[in-house]
């Protein structure tokens, strides 16, 4: 059985719908090929409930070299296979690592850390 399945979708806003479910592929872009402006979304097949986790993160600014770290008071629904994952987002003056799992969000904060000063420094 397949992880996932293709929504055919259409319309925007509050215009926006769902025309049909697949899984194939295949069938669903022969469907959107039918319709106006139908468009292919692929989306995971959930087999478990979400858990309630807080968002961790670390942050550190360019300019002054602070560094913080910080767990969001509020929690998200998180699915088991999003638990382990991490975004990084850097704009060059500004890095933050945002994740559910402390451990990985600090080592992802660590290696792009040492990856930043080792660029500064020329190395």
């Given at each position: 059985m ?12 509050s215009?926006?719908?769902i025309v ?9 872009e022969q ?11 692929e ?18 600014d ?8 910080s ?6 629904l ?26 990985k969000?600090?080592?992802v904060?660590?290696d ?5 000063k ?6």
């Amino acid at each position: 059985m397949s992880s996932k399945v293709y929504v055919v979708t259409s319309g925007e806003y509050s215009d926006y719908h769902i025309v049909a479910v697949y899984q194939s592929r295949k069938l669903a872009e022969q469907c959107a090929k039918l319709g106006r402006e139908a468009e292919v979304e692929e989306w995971p097949i959930r087999t478990g409930l979400p858990k309630k986790l807080a968002n961790f993160s670390c942050e550190l600014d360019k300019n002054h070299n602070d560094v913080e770290s910080s767990r969001n008071l509020w929690e998200d629904l998180v699915w088991p296979n999003e638990m382990n994952d991490v975004n990084v987002h850097d704009n060059g003056y500004f890095l933050r690592v945002d994740g559910y799992n402390p451990d990985k969000v600090k080592k992802v904060f660590a290696d792009r850390v040492a990856k930043y000063k080792a660029e500064k420094e020329g190395l």
